[in-house]
């Protein structure tokens, strides 16, 4: 989709640093912490090692034509498989869009897949499972859940021999064994949080005033943001002004109150935003319109998760959004027909994590997903088709 196009360097988009000499910020505390405010450091870099680190990372990661990491061999195709695709939600375009990559990958190997659509409720999920394991297919994808939530089902597949595959069904890519997965299929969370916490540090050069916004009520979503901040606070010039838990449920509503809290309380000390999903900044675009902000920034938005197509608008068209830390959805979907050829043929799963990767509008080229290359052909070769 992209491409030989590599990143802009990154010195080219780092702010300059006369405009953030000036910002100073507040450790990062939560609402209710009587934690006192700490002066930010001045000077040309707040962190020189760190930065440096940060940059060489970020300019990796912005990277569009990188060769294919992926499995080279593997299995040839089994013919005549039915996979069904269980969604947590096909509202929820990480889950959608691993489905349709699921999909497209099916066509070329020639399976068949069905969809059943969990509809975002633990109800609705657990009967979409039990459909699932009473279609008695030849595997099943878990799409975006916590399979623990569908103990029971779960526990049924597995004693009939249903290879299970996840889709961020887990905190951690690879096999498990409590829940049993033949694997589940996601970026690796520390990698996702360190480079969207070192795009923040090297943007800024290591000046920066940051607001963190999570969901404390999901432990995979709170872990995310702990390891964002952990990675801030390496930088010694980067404070986190704020860290505001919004369920994401709540998001639509209660997001726009807290952003144009978060300007009046901050004003031009809060330079840049970090949220666990790209949603939330979806929900912020009224209330920094309100307030009159560009939408170019500052203060400087990245999401830590997800790249929907709405994200990659917001950053393409420069509308309070700067960049993504996106999933391969489609690749994912390849990967995950894929491991299943794997769990029938009686092979182990193939232990392909992809590497994180850093969207912006310099390296997008327009397009409205992060879909890498090399793959496709790969899996062909694999299969045999």
């Known amino acids: 989709m992209h491409g030989n196009r590599r990143a802009t360097p990154g010195a080219a988009r780092l702010v300059s640093s006369a405009l953030l000499a000036a910002v100073t910020a507040l450790v990062g505390c939560e609402r209710g912490s009587s934690e006192a405010p700490e002066e930010a450091p001045t000077g040309a870099d707040g962190c020189p090692a760190v930065h440096a680190t940060a940059q060489a990372a970020v300019v990796r990661a912005e990277q569009t034509d990188v060769p294919w990491g992926g499995p080279t061999t593997g299995p040839t195709a089994v013919s005549g498989r039915t996979i069904v695709y269980v969604a947590q939600t096909m509202t929820n375009p990480g889950v959608?869009?691993?489905?349709?990559?699921?999909?497209?990958?099916?066509?070329?190997?020639?399976?068949?897949?069905?969809?059943?659509?969990?509809?975002?409720?633990?109800?609705?999920?657990?009967?979409?499972?039990?459909?699932?394991?009473?279609?008695?297919?030849?595997?099943?994808?878990?799409?975006?859940?916590?399979?623990?939530?569908t103990s029971r089902q779960v526990a049924r597949a597995n004693q009939a021999n249903i290879p299970l595959v996840g889709w961020h069904a887990l905190a951690a890519p690879g096999p498990s064994r409590r829940p049993e997965l033949f694997t589940n299929v996601t970026t690796r969370v520390e990698d996702v949080a360190a480079i969207s916490a070192q795009w923040i540090i090297a943007h800024s050069q290591g000046h920066a005033g940051v607001v963190l916004i999570t969901?404390?009520?999901?432990?995979?979503?709170?872990?995310?943001?702990?390891?964002?901040?952990?990675e801030l606070a390496t930088c010694a010039g980067v404070k986190v002004l704020a860290y505001e838990?919004?369920?994401?449920?709540?998001?639509?509503?209660?997001?726009?109150?807290?952003?144009?809290?978060?300007?009046?309380?901050?004003?031009?000390?809060?330079?840049?935003?970090?949220?666990?999903?790209?949603?939330?900044?979806?929900?912020?675009?009224?209330?920094?319109?309100?307030?009159?902000?560009?939408?170019?920034?500052?203060?400087?938005?990245?999401?830590?998760?997800?790249?929907?197509?709405?994200?990659?608008?917001?950053?393409?068209?420069?509308?309070?959004?700067?960049?993504?830390?996106?999933?391969?959805?489609?690749?994912?979907?390849?990967?995950?027909?894929?491991?299943?050829?794997?769990?029938?043929?009686?092979?182990?799963?193939?232990?392909?994590?992809?590497?994180?990767?850093?969207?912006?509008?310099e390296n997008s080229a327009g397009a409205t997903t992060w879909d890498p290359s090399g793959y496709r052909e790969a899996y062909r070769q694999i299969w045999g088709r």
């Open 215 to 230: 969901d404390a009520s999901i432990p995979f979503a709170r872990n995310k943001s702990e390891l964002i901040r952990k």
């Open 245 to 361: 838990n919004i369920p994401i449920p709540d998001a639509s509503s209660r997001t726009p109150r807290e952003i144009s809290s978060l300007l009046a309380r901050f004003g031009n000390r809060w330079t840049h935003s970090v949220a666990i999903n790209d949603l939330y900044f979806a929900d912020a675009a009224p209330a920094f319109r309100a307030a009159g902000e560009k939408g170019s920034g500052p203060p400087f938005n990245i999401g830590a998760g997800d790249g929907d197509p709405s994200a990659f608008q917001r950053i393409n068209s420069r509308q309070y959004q700067a960049a993504t830390v996106p999933e391969p959805l489609s690749l994912q979907g390849w990967q995950i027909v894929d491991e299943f050829n794997r769990a029938f043929s009686g092979r182990p799963a193939s232990g392909y994590v992809a590497p994180v990767h850093i969207s912006t509008a």
């Open 96 to 149: 959608a869009g691993a489905a349709k990559g699921v999909r497209d990958a099916a066509r070329v190997i020639g399976w068949n897949v069905r969809v059943v659509d969990g509809g975002g409720t633990p109800a609705g999920i657990q009967a979409a499972m039990s459909e699932a394991v009473a279609l008695r297919p030849s595997g099943i994808v878990i799409g975006g859940f916590d399979p623990n939530s």
